[in-house]
């Protein structure tokens, strides 16, 4: 069945360095969703890509769109402790508006 | 900030107690979603409804029911709650022409 890969499960980083999450699908997806979720809290929605290629920023958030619309990443610049949480990428079911999920990126900052 | 309320925000319970977990949004989305996810861990899509009337079980296998009377209001049941029902459970609606959802901050339930 249709299935979304993220990975890495972790990344423990010292604040300052860069973060990057990848997701692979096994399908071709018609947009990539991406959500942050602070621990104890609920995923909020960051953006959303939808053309082949695409690259988005916000601020030190870089979003990317694979040409074959099957790949997505994140890269944060310079991590910072408001950056802590799990990352989660999601795409659309072939058939219906449900979403399929990744299983998310812990963003972890080393003390 | 979403106009997505869950009630209640924590339950604690005992085995085989009924409970309801509510979930109401004011934004008129006729799509909503009931997903359980355990801390730190992925989100699993156990319930959704696309309008009045529509309810679908998700890919998760669940013991839960819900309805879908009116637009704003997804409520779901548990009949008889377990101790391996203890979890996160989030609401969520979505416009539907975007695909964005709009999550509640979740009802944590332990079940003792």
């Known amino acids: 069945g249709q299935q979304v890969m993220q990975i890495p499960q972790y990344q423990h980083v010292q604040e300052g360095e860069d973060f990057t999450t990848y997701c692979n699908s096994s399908?071709?997806?018609?947009?990539i969703q991406w959500y942050k979720q602070r621990p104890g809290g609920h995923p909020v929605f960051l953006i959303q890509l939808v053309k082949s290629g695409e690259v988005k920023k916000q601020k030190r958030l870089t979003f990317q769109f694979g040409e074959a619309k099957k790949n997505s990443s994140l890269h944060i610049t310079a991590t910072q402790t408001t950056d802590v949480g799990t990352y989660f990428c999601?795409?659309?079911?072939?058939?219906?508006?449900?979403?399929?999920w990744g299983a998310g990126t812990k963003l972890i900052i080393k003390p | 900030e979403a106009d997505i309320y869950q009630t209640p925000r924590y339950l604690v319970i005992g085995t085989g107690k009924k409970i309801t977990l509510e979930c109401s949004q004011t934004m008129g989305h006729d799509k909503m979603y009931w997903y359980q996810q355990d801390p730190g861990m992925e989100l699993h899509l156990i319930h959704y409804s696309y309008g009045v009337n529509s309810t679908e079980k998700g890919d998760l296998s669940s013991e839960s029911t819900v309805s879908r009377i009116r637009t704003e209001h997804f409520p779901l049941t548990l009949e008889s709650a377990r101790p391996s029902h203890t979890s996160q459970y989030l609401c969520?609606?979505?416009?539907?022409?975007?695909?964005?959802?709009?999550f509640g901050e979740g009802s944590r339930l332990t079940v003792l």
């Open positions: 969520a609606s979505s416009p539907g022409n975007t695909g964005e959802l709009f």
């Open positions: 399908t071709t997806l018609s947009n």
């Open positions: 999601a795409g659309p079911k072939d058939s219906n508006y449900q979403l399929i």
